[in-house]
Each structure stands twice: as structure tokens, then as C-alpha cells.
T-cell receptor
């Protein structure tokens, strides 16, 4: 069965600092991985996705994620945090039945 | 514009009542999903459907029911058997049979029991 684990329910950074949100996956088949962002009282918006090929995936709003098979990780990063990045972020894996399995989410707080 | 529309945005239910949440999509997607979101628990799958007139239970289907009579529509009924229905409900859709494609989400319905 596929699953994802997000380490840290809350992450706080200063504006301009590096953002690092952690995601580890478990999958018996080659994983298809996704990062979504959710602003308060809204739906989820896709940030980026990993399918196959290049291990460094670039997404919207300056975010990127690196797929590391040896570490079963797909951490999300952004070099410089902006106040508008404050939101909840979800890592997800597509299972063999084409359903998305989500992690528990990480709330990113950006301090001025 | 293509997308997913959920209605209403806010819904209040009295104890013992059934309520129905609407989800409509014009993306021509075969698959549709209902998730429940509670603080600190991420998104949990309630029901999903990959073809008209067919649907499967997800991880937390008890107290919920769905129908899929049209490709575009996947309404969710929260029945009186659901003991703790207060939550944020999200509907999503996607292409079937392609694992590298993302799901698209509606804006959600916040259900509160009063």
C-alpha cells in the first residue's frame, strides 16, 4: 500500500528564509508524488508533481521538490519565503487504484 | 472556464437531519472523489467513483452516501448516522487510468452541526 508521511505539522520561517517541508513516501510501485497548497477555507491547488525522469521538479510560485529514491523522500523547498506563502501544504501519492493518498499536512507560518 | 463547483460553501445541519452537498465538474473527468478534512488529519477519502453508476467506499464511508447518475455530478449525502459530521468537505476529479495526472479540487463546503 502507498502512503506518505509529513514531518512537522507546523513550520515557521522568517520572510526571506529558506522553506523546507518534509515528505517521505512508502510505495511498492514506482511512486507518483504531488504537492498541493491550501489557503484558508479554499480547495487544494497543485504546486508540482513527480512522475518519472528528472528528479528535481519545479512548480509554481518558486517552489521545487527533489525526488530521492534512496531516501524515499520528496521534500518541498523554496529559497526565499514570502508572506503570501503562508498556507497549509499537503504531500500526496497516487496509489495503484488511481486514488490520491494524502499526508496530514504542514502549516507554514511566515514571520515578518 | 473548466473547473469543479461545490455548493453551498457553508451548510448548517441540525442533529438527525440528512444533508446533501453538491459537486459538479465540467472537466470531462471520469473520476470523482469526496474527501473530509479535519484539523491535523489531512484529507481522508469518503467515496470515489471512476465511472457513471459505479462508486466505491473510501476509508471513512460510514454515515455517508453518494450517487453518480451523470458524469458531471457526484453529490454527497451526510446522513444522520454520521455522528460527527462537522468538517470541511472537498470534492475532486481526475482522469482515470493515468497515474501521473493530478486531481483538481473544488473550493469546499464547510458543514457545521447546530
Amino acid at each position: 500500500a502507498q502512503s506518505v508521511t509529513q514531518l512537522g505539522s507546523h513550520v515557521s520561517v522568517s520572510e526571506g528564509a529558506l522553506v523546507l517541508l518534509r515528505c517521505n513516501y512508502s510505495s511498492s510501485v514506482p511512486p507518483y508524488l504531488f504537492w498541493y497548497v491550501q489557503y484558508p477555507n479554499q480547495g487544494l491547488q497543485l504546486l508540482l508533481k513527480y512522475t518519472t525522469g528528472a528528479t528535481l521538479v519545479k512548480g509554481i510560485n518558486g517552489f521545487e521538490a527533489e525526488f530521492k529514491k534512496s531516501e524515499t523522500s520528496f521534500h518541498l523547498t523554496k529559497p526565499s519565503a514570502h508572506m503570501s506563502d503562508a498556507a497549509e501544504y499537503f504531500c500526496a501519492v497516487m496509489d495503484s487504484s488511481y486514488k490520491l493518498i494524502f499526508g496530514s499536512g504542514t502549516r507554514l507560518l511566515v514571520r515578518p | 472556464d473548466g473547473g469543479i463547483t461545490q455548493s453551498p460553501k457553508y451548510l448548517f445541519r441540525k442533529e438527525g437531519q440528512n444533508v446533501t452537498l453538491s459537486c459538479e465538474q465540467n472537466l470531462n473527468h471520469d473520476a470523482m472523489y469526496w474527501y473530509r478534512q479535519d484539523p491535523g488529519q489531512g484529507l481522508r477519502l469518503i467515496y470515489y467513483s471512476q465511472i457513471v453508476n459505479d462508486f466505491q467506499k473510501g476509508d471513512i464511508a460510514e454515515g455517508y452516501s453518494v450517487s453518480r447518475e451523470k458524469k458531471e455530478s457526484f453529490p454527497l449525502t451526510v446522513t444522520s448516522a454520521q455522528k460527527n459530521p462537522t468538517a470541511f468537505y472537498l470534492c475532486a476529479s481526475s482522469i482515470v487510468g493515468v497515474r501521473n495526472t493530478e486531481a483538481f479540487f473544488g473550493q469546499g463546503t464547510r458543514l457545521t452541526v447546530v
